[in-house]
């Protein structure tokens, strides 16, 4: 069973960067797909970004296309994911998730998703 902690949260001034990690735990973290997600205060939870298990797809959500790549280490066991150009609404929780799906589509739902992190707090100041 594999296990997720993200870190690399904090506060950033709009216009910044900064850089998530989701460190897994397992010797089966290259057979999952794996997704980021967010939920802001008062919200329901939001897919932000996915990456198959080789790294050669990715999906994006529209409101953060252009401004984000995630991308995963499997010699590490860890996804990334880089926030550039930070807005007020990239204010949120981030979630780390793993997805034991066989079959890779961009359109992508927490449906799927067998294992989640703990969450680490991104906050953008206007």
């Known amino acids: 069973q594999v296990q997720l902690v993200e870190s690399g949260g904090g506060l950033v001034q709009a216009g910044g960067s900064l850089r998530l990690s989701c460190a897994a735990s397992g010797r089966t973290f290259s057979s999952y797909i794996m997704d980021w997600f967010r939920q802001a205060p008062g919200k329901e939870r939001e897919f932000v970004a996915a990456i198959s298990w080789n790294g050669g797809g990715t999906a994006y959500a529209d409101s953060v296309k252009g401004r984000f790549t995630i991308s995963r280490d499997n010699a590490k066991n860890t996804v990334y994911l880089q926030m550039n150009s930070l807005k007020a609404e990239d204010t949120a929780v981030y979630y780390c998730?793993?997805?034991?799906?066989?079959?890779?589509?961009?359109?992508?739902?927490?449906?799927?998703?067998?294992?989640w992190g703990q969450g680490t707090q991104v906050t953008v100041s206007s």
């Open positions: 998730a793993a997805d034991p799906s066989l079959g890779w589509s961009a359109t992508r739902t927490a449906d799927g998703v067998d294992i």
